[in-house]
């Protein structure tokens, strides 16, 4: 389940947006392939939505006391009502774009922020990115119950940025051009391994991130 935005192109609401729910090409190997395949999905999701505007849960929330929110929620999880039906979604994924600029803390420069965002009932995993100064972050928080090893969910994203890298240098020739510069055969460049940043691990074992990224 992610965010989409729900703005028009004429829309300066602050915040704007309803979930929806992509299914994961976890089917498929290629990572390349799962890219197309999301990217898909989500384009159709975003067309359906121009052409019949969703309901915008932003406004929705705003119309119910916090009050009523909070007890609603302590009365779904103290009685346990998850286990009642299927969850909507194994995981929860956003991206929160950033400020682009320097920001600044009682003088302080801030030279990161990550985001550690909590768990809706039902869910076993959260990620999601944060952009800031030319950097991108991304927090992943997952159940103890139903994930063993979260570092490994990090590491994984790593790799499939690797592969992609990989697949858009080999794209536009890059891959080629750095082979042919050094004297190595077009397979043998194919196989030219693409340094990955590891995983920085802060706080309890329940969460984990990946080093900083340019954006792909």
């Not at 007890?71 to 998850?82: D, E, F, G």
């Not at 030279?111 to 944060?130: D, K, R, S, Y």
Request: net charge neutral; hydrophobic share 45%; charged share 15%.
């Amino acid at each position: 389940m992610m965010p989409i935005s729900t703005r028009s192109a004429d829309d300066n609401a602050a915040n704007s947006w309803s979930p929806v729910v992509v299914t994961l090409p976890v089917h498929l190997a290629d990572a390349t392939e799962q890219l197309v395949s999301i990217h898909d999905a989500t384009s159709h999701i975003k067309d359906g939505r121009r052409s019949t505007p969703a309901v915008n849960l932003a406004d929705v929330i705003d119309l119910v006391p916090p009050v009523v929110i909070g007890l609603a929620s302590s009365l779904y999880s103290t009685l346990k009502l998850s286990r009642l039906h299927s969850p909507v979604a194994r995981m929860i994924t956003s991206n929160v774009p950033g400020p682009s600029g320097a920001m600044y803390c009682a003088g302080a420069h801030v030279v990161g922020m990550h985001a550690i965002a909590p768990l809706v009932e039902g869910t076993n995993l959260n990620v999601t990115a944060v952009s800031y100064g030319g950097t991108f972050d991304i927090g992943i928080v997952a159940c103890p119950d139903n994930v063993d090893d979260v570092a490994s969910i990090a590491r994984g994203i790593e790799d499939v940025i690797g592969e992609l890298k990989l697949a858009a240098e080999v794209k536009t020739g890059q891959r080629t051009q750095v082979a042919r510069a050094v004297g190595l055969q077009p397979a043998m460049a194919l196989a030219m391994p693409t340094p990955v940043t590891h995983a920085r691990k802060r706080g309890d074992a329940q969460t984990a991130g990946p080093g900083r990224k340019q954006p792909a």
